[in-house]
C-alpha cells in the first residue's frame, strides 16, 4: 500500500538528517501602509496681499497651496475627470467679494481625458473692495476651500481658513505687499492670472450663436494651449487651432441648451496660453448668450 511504502523512506529521511531544528515562528502579514492624509498632500494658508485695508480699496485674499510631489489639484473646470476647486468666502458687512481668479492650469492626461489642474504649488485670489468708510481696526475673512486632491486615488479636502486684516480710516495708498516665500509666490502667480481676450491688442473673441471664434496676433510656431469652461447649459465640441498670417485662431462648435442651465447664466468661457511654458501669456474669453427668454 501506499503508505507502508512512504513510511520507511520518510524514516530513513529523518534518521540520516540528524537533530531536526524547530520551524520558525510565522511572521505576521504586513500591516497595509496607512491611509494618505489630504491635510499633509495638501497644505493651505490664507493670506492678503496687502499689509493692511485702506477705505474703497481694492485687494486680494489669496489661498496658497503646497501640494505633495506627484498629486494635483484642480482648475475652476476639472476637465474630464476631478472636480473644480470652490473657494467659499465670508467678509464683513460692506465688504464687496468677487469672483475666484485662477492662474492659468496644465493638463493632465485622465482615463476619460485631458484634466486640468495644478502641481506643486498655486496660488488662487479673490478680489475684495472695502466699502468707503473704515475705522482703524480689523477685519476677519473667513475662506472654506473645497478640492480634490488626486494622483491614483482621490482625497477629498474641505478646508475653514481665516485672516485677520488691519484697517485704516484714512487712505495714504502706502499699503505693503507680502515678503518672503509668500510675496514670491503671489507675485509669480498673479503674472499668471489670464488676462481679457479683450486687452491683447488685436485679440477678440465671438461667437455666431453656433460657433465660438478667438483670435489674435501670434508669432509663427507658437503652441497653443485651450481650456475650455463647461459651465451649465454651455457644450463644447472639438476645437481647431491654428496660427497663420501672425494670428493664431482659435474655432469651437458651441450647444447651447437652456433648458440645462440650473438657473445660471449662460456664459461661454475659456482660456487660451500662448505658449507651454508656465509664465507664457494667457488670454481668457466670456460671452454671455442671450436666449429668447433673457432678452
Known amino acids: ?21 524547530s520551524a520558525p515562528p510565522e511572521t505576521a502579514p504586513a500591516e497595509p501602509p496607512p491611509p494618505e492624509n489630504v491635510d499633509r498632500l ?8 496687502v499689509d493692511r485695508i485702506e477705505p474703497g480699496a481694492t485687494f486680494h485674499l489669496a ?11 484642480y482648475w475652476i473646470d476639472s476637465g474630464a475627470g476631478g472636480a473644480p476647486t470652490e473657494l467659499a468666502v465670508r467678509a464683513p458687512k460692506g465688504f464687496t467679494v468677487g469672483k475666484t481668479r485662477f492662474p492659468r492650469p496644465r493638463a493632465f492626461p485622465g482615463p476619460e481625458g485631458p484634466e486640468y489642474g495644478y502641481e506643486r504649488e498655486t496660488v488662487l485670489f479673490v478680489p475684495v473692495t472695502a466699502p ?28 475653514d481658513l481665516r485672516v485677520e486684516v488691519p484697517t485704516v480710516a484714512r487712505r ?18 498673479q503674472r499668471r492670472l489670464p488676462r481679457p ?9 465671438s461667437f455666431d450663436g453656433k460657433h465660438l471664434l478667438v483670435t489674435g496676433p501670434a508669432k509663427a510656431g507658437t503652441k497653443l494651449l485651450v481650456f475650455p469652461i463647461q459651465s451649465p447649459g454651455i457644450e463644447y465640441g472639438e476645437i481647431s487651432t491654428e496660427v497663420a498670417d501672425g494670428r493664431f485662431r482659435l474655432r469651437a462648435p458651441v450647444t447651447v441648451s437652456p433648458q440645462n442651465a440650473l438657473g445660471e447664466p449662460l456664459v461661454i468661457g475659456g482660456v487660451v496660453s500662448l505658449g507651454s511654458r508656465p509664465d507664457d501669456p494667457a488670454y481668457a474669453w466670456r460671452i454671455p448668450v442671450k436666449t429668447p427668454a433673457s432678452k
Open 172 to 189: 495714504t495708498g502706502k499699503t505693503r505687499r507680502p515678503t518672503g516665500r509668500d510675496g514670491q509666490r503671489i507675485e509669480t502667480f
Open 63 to 73: 489661498v496658497i497651496f503646497e501640494i505633495a510631489e506627484h498629486w494635483h489639484t
Open 42 to 49: 495638501v497644505k493651505l494658508r490664507l493670506v492678503s496681499d
Open 132 to 159: 468707503k468708510n473704515l475705522d482703524d481696526a480689523t477685519a476677519v475673512f473667513d475662506v472654506n476651500v473645497f478640492f480634490l486632491a488626486c494622483r491614483d486615488v482621490c482625497l477629498l479636502g474641505d478646508r
Open 1 to 21: 500500500m501506499t503508505r507502508s511504502i512512504l513510511f520507511p523512506i520518510l524514516l530513513a529521511v529523518l534518521v540520516t538528517a540528524g537533530p531536526t531544528r
Open 197 to 205: 481676450i479683450a486687452r491683447l491688442d488685436g485679440g477678440r473673441a
